[in-house]
């Protein structure tokens, strides 16, 4: 009789853990979704201006620093 309770039991907790684990996908696949349409949803990066600094961020040519 003992071993009938076990196995009860055991069948029991796997049946639990089955429910337990297909929650867990579901909730996993419901964050994919609205991870998928933020990122379709998203709007576009504007594209940076590549145009030519002023002349003074560039660094000074070595010949015209003077040694202290």
Request: proline share 7%.
């Amino acid at each position: 009789m003992g071993s009938q309770l076990a196995l009860k039991s055991r069948i029991h907790s796997t049946e639990s853990l089955a429910k337990i684990f297909n929650a867990q996908e579901m909730i996993a696949s419901s964050h994919i979704a609205k991870a998928r349409d933020v990122a379709l949803n998203a709007k576009p990066v504007l594209p940076m201006r590549f145009s030519m600094p002023c002349k003074r961020w560039w660094p000074t040519p070595i010949s015209r620093i003077r040694l202290r």
